[in-house]
């Protein structure tokens, strides 16, 4: 959807610029024009007396085979890259050879003096980078970022743009899929190329001819996959008829591409107009929480509790057994709704998606909005005095006992195992 100024009935009153807060309509003597600032969230059209401003659609028609290429928004937060960045590199990385063989993946920097962080994006799999630097871009404003992203991707044109599904990621996101008129699908966790309509072509023959594939047709746009109606069933959507093709991803869903130390890659510095009237807000402080941080998407270890803990202090034996294991303590969404722990401990679809080496699932029945956001570990133990809960159809280990009986001995254990290893060391 666009806003667009009927010139023959305005009469420059300019009524329409007292109600804009985005600065988004420009004034030349009577003639009114809106910007590219403009969110077509239509309050000039109720302020209008004329109404001489009026919502429609783009009517642009978009040539989809101009826009070439899948990029990665590399978030940085003082100069240190997001490790969402890095596993989007690597699905960039997988999706571009899925597309064609002349498909590349490259990262989007942002910020002032981050032109070091280049090369983890080449290491991780990127083929480029497209580096904007600024002043004005050393903190995170939601009026500058967007305004030299969407100027970056008007000029450069790609096909897929990936965005982590971080605090920053989902303000900007949308943002610039509003001034670029194209969709967004949110929270994604798979993302694949779509050919459905040639599927039974394939399965017919060794090798799929790509050369057949019209890129204006769209059953060949990217397929993105994301929990609805809480979680109850899997949507897939796809964006025929616009570009780029914009999703947000959750940390921890994707895999990270093997590093390659030393590997380069192409460095393109994108000029832009940036300026101080761009930018309605002023960082004047950044002011860290000073409460500790759970780093569940980067454990290897997960040890969550859920109701059958009973009340808050069960989780002081779910600490101990953290503690133990060398892991982090994690919980379902019922505990944090409790009260027993804060939401930042949660692991789901509400909260935080892991992919540990081991995810302990203590008292927790597995209500399937806490398995999307655990499914993906490489072992789940679970332990749980209902027989039926339906954390047992994804565990790998079930445990079908009281958990203040079944922890306390695998602590021991874990003792014993450790003197145990000692001894043989010794030996």
Not at 308 to 334: N, Y
């Amino acid at each position: 959807m666009a806003i667009q100024v009927v010139k023959n009935r305005c009469t420059g009153c300019r009524a329409c610029m007292k109600v804009c807060i985005f600065n988004a309509i420009d004034a030349d003597g009577k003639k009114i024009t809106i910007n590219e600032q403009c969110t077509a969230c239509g309050q000039c059209l109720v302020a209008c007396p004329f109404d001489a401003i009026e919502k429609t659609d783009s009517g642009e028609a978009v040539d989809l085979s101009a826009y070439k290429h899948v990029w990665v928004f590399a978030e940085q937060r003082e100069g240190k890259l997001m490790s969402v960045v890095l596993e989007l590199i690597g699905e960039g990385y997988r999706l571009a050879r899925d597309i064609s063989d002349e498909t590349k993946v490259y990262a989007l920097l942002i910020g002032n003096g981050v032109e070091a962080l280049a090369n983890d994006c080449y290491e991780y799999g990127a083929d480029g980078v497209y580096l904007i630097e600024n002043e004005l871009l050393k903190n995170y404003t939601t009026d500058g970022y967007s305004k030299v992203m969407t100027d970056a991707i008007r000029m450069y044109k790609p096909e897929i743009v990936l965005f982590g599904a971080t605090h920053i990621g989902r303000d900007l996101a949308p943002r610039v899929a509003a001034r670029l008129n194209t969709g967004l699908t949110a929270d994604c966790t798979k993302l694949d190329v779509k050919v459905s309509r040639y599927i039974e072509y394939a399965n017919d023959h060794t090798t799929l001819d790509t050369s057949s594939l019209d890129p204006n047709d769209p059953s060949t746009g990217l397929k993105q996959t994301r929990p609805a109606f809480g979680g109850n069933l899997m949507a897939t959507i796809v964006c025929p008829r616009t570009r780029p093709q914009m999703s947000t991803v959750r940390p921890g869903v994707m895999q990270k591409k093997e590093r390659v130390p030393g590997a380069a890659g192409e460095m393109i510095r994108v000029k832009h107009s940036l300026s101080k009237r761009d930018i309605r807000t002023e960082v004047v402080e950044i002011v860290k929480s000073a409460k500790e941080m759970v780093s569940l998407a980067d454990a290897e270890i997960i040890c969550s509790g859920g109701r059958g803990l009973g009340d808050a202090a069960g989780f002081k034996l779910i600490e101990q057994f953290a503690e133990k294991v060398g892991g982090v303590v994690g919980s379902s969404r019922a505990a944090v709704d409790a009260g027993w722990i804060d939401h930042s401990h949660q692991v789901g679809q509400t909260g935080t998606t892991v992919k540990p080496k081991i995810y302990f699932a203590c008292g927790i029945s597995g209500a399937i909005q806490h398995i999307a956001g655990m499914q993906g570990s490489d072992v789940i133990v679970a332990i749980n005095k209902d027989p039926d809960a339906p954390i047992f159809e994804v565990a790998d280990f079930g445990i079908v006992d009281d958990l203040y009986r079944v922890i306390p001995e695998i602590i021991a254990e874990w003792d014993n195992a450790g003197t145990l290893y000692d001894a043989s060391l010794k030996g």
